[in-house]
């Protein structure tokens, strides 16, 4: 993951630096990460994460959040603040939380994890050569042999798509805990489940009926209380 941290401050600059890498080092994730005292100066650097200082002279951090608003940007966004005050202002589509000053490692270690499920759900899933899907657009798989039928979710440019793929060959690929095989021919996204039961799952947006076979009753139960539990600590 690409991380800029941006705070006129050179001690909590250093400071936050140290705490990410302890992150990232008792999570055994490696980041490059890019250290400023004023954000005009990360240059061409394109960070997935930007830890921002709410008070700074100049462009203040709030400022700064609504530019990259304008200009679309994706990067996710942490606000540092020494005034709880400021969070309502901060508020946007790509703020993830807020870190308060003094800074400790249990807010970031919970902020980092819902950064972390947030980019699982933006990773990129080649279907065939040049086409590509996001984890999130993908609803449920089934399974026909040697060939898989995606149904994506509502937005995406297609309802689905027919793809030469095994069921060994999409757990290679799709992310732990956000996927579960209900059935010998069923693979579902946990996220697009609107309705758990023992028998069966209801799909969001159509409400969709899928059949969850005796089989994998009870390691189903278990991975998804996983993942629900997991979306609650940390969200997304």
């Not at 990460?33 to 203040?60: A, C, Q, R, W, Y």
């Amino acid at each position: 993951m690409k991380i800029l941290i941006c705070d006129d401050q050179p001690y909590y600059v250093e400071k936050l630096e140290n705490l990410v890498r302890e992150y990232g080092e008792n999570n055994k994730e490696d980041y490059e990460i890019h250290t400023v005292n004023n954000f005009m100066d990360k240059g061409d650097f394109d960070p997935e994460l930007i830890f921002l200082d709410v008070e700074m002279p100049g462009k203040s951090g709030i400022e700064i959040k609504k530019e990259l608003e304008e200009n679309h940007s994706s990067s996710l966004i942490i606000f540092v603040t020494n005034y709880i005050e400021n969070v309502y202002e901060a508020f946007g589509m790509n703020v993830i939380g807020f870190l308060p000053k003094p800074l400790d490692y249990m807010t970031l270690d919970l902020l980092m994890k819902k950064v972390n499920n947030i980019l699982i759900g933006r990773q990129i899933v080649e279907l065939e050569p040049a086409v590509c899907v996001r984890v999130d657009d993908i609803r449920y798989i089934e399974m026909d042999g040697n060939y898989s039928d995606v149904i994506f979710a509502k937005g995406f440019r297609e309802k689905h798509r027919i793809v030469r793929r095994t069921l060994s060959q999409w757990k290679e690929v799709l992310p732990r805990y956000y996927f579960m095989d209900i059935n010998k021919s069923c693979i579902v996204h946990c996220g697009h489940i609107s309705k758990y039961s023992p028998g069966e799952v209801i799909m969001d947006e159509d409400g969709e009926r899928l059949t969850i076979s005796r089989r994998h009753k009870a390691q189903c139960a278990e991975e998804y209380r996983k993942y629900v539990i997991m979306m609650t600590r940390y969200g997304r």
